[in-house]
């Protein structure tokens, strides 16, 4: 019995897809969707900065970062890049990795699946001219995530981070100390930390976090802890090649990939009807 061809290229679309995912540590992770985490084995974590750029805190940062030799993440607002760009080139510049953070830093549940479309794509775009870089990387504002979140994401070829240690340095008034005490009992192996270099919020300050920055940084090298960026610890590329083949190598994309094969071997006229209202009906943001 001959097996048609497109059988045989679901066949090994869903093993180059389980072989990616295999790479990467899944304890706690929703797997081929966010990432939480990096491998638990080895002493390695992420400092990972949302809601910048925004001066003068996220040079501060840098300026920090950068006498300690250590290279973060650092996800970007799209509004806060139009402000700041120079601050964002900076970025890329001192050799950090960035992600997309939408354009507005709206909760992207509570609009639709055309305005999920919308903040990621001004996101990326005024990232992508601002600095040169494509990233691959997403971070939904407040880690708020859902399956129409995600997939939207995924299509675009994002990598979702998530976070496993928050900071918790939004609050005004908080204090240095009070947010190294709260972040370092609970950074492990593989941790991702999430601190904050800006705000949504035009005026506000994020002086707290300069300052508990160092700390931080001092109590995980005496643990023996080393710095690495989300690519690095996930051992995923953080941007896009020349000609956008990154795409190929992530593992999201041979997920949803599998699946969609498998649907259209399934159905083929459900699958193209469900991507056709999904672009073409959702309402407006």
Known sequence: ??????????????????????????????EG???YHGDP???RVALTFDDGPYEPYTSE????LKSNDIKATFFLIGDNVKDFPECAKRIVRY???????????????????????????????????????????????????????????????????????????????????????????????????????????????RLETVKALPLIIKSLKEQGYHFVTIPQLLRIQGTFDEGGFLLWRNPIFYDKLKIDILHFLCNPSLLAYKY??????????
């Open 276 to 285: 056709l209202a999904d672009f073409c009906l959702s309402p407006v943001f």
């Open 41 to 43: 084995s080895k002493k």
């Open 1 to 30: 019995m001959k097996i048609p061809i497109f059988a045989l290229y679901a066949i090994a679309i869903t093993f180059m897809a389980n072989q990616a995912l295999a790479d990467l540590s899944r304890i706690e992770n929703k």
């Open 33 to 35: 969707v966010v990432y």
């Open 61 to 64: 940062i840098l300026e920090i």
């Open 95 to 205: 050799g950090h990795a960035i992600g997309n953070h939408t354009f507005y830093h709206p909760d992207l549940r509570f609009i639709s699946v055309l305005g999920i479309r919308r903040e990621i794509n001004r996101g990326e775009d005024i990232i992508f001219k601002t600095t040169g870089v494509k990233t691959s990387l997403f971070r939904p504002p407040y880690t708020c995530v859902n399956e129409r979140i995600n997939r939207q994401a995924n299509n675009s070829g994002y990598t979702v981070i998530g976070w496993s240690v928050s900071s918790k340095d939004g609050g005004k008034k908080i204090k240095p100390e009070k947010i190294a005490e709260i972040t370092l009992p609970y950074v492990k192996n593989g941790s991702i930390i999430l601190l904050h270099d800006g705000d949504r919020i035009k005026g506000s300050s």
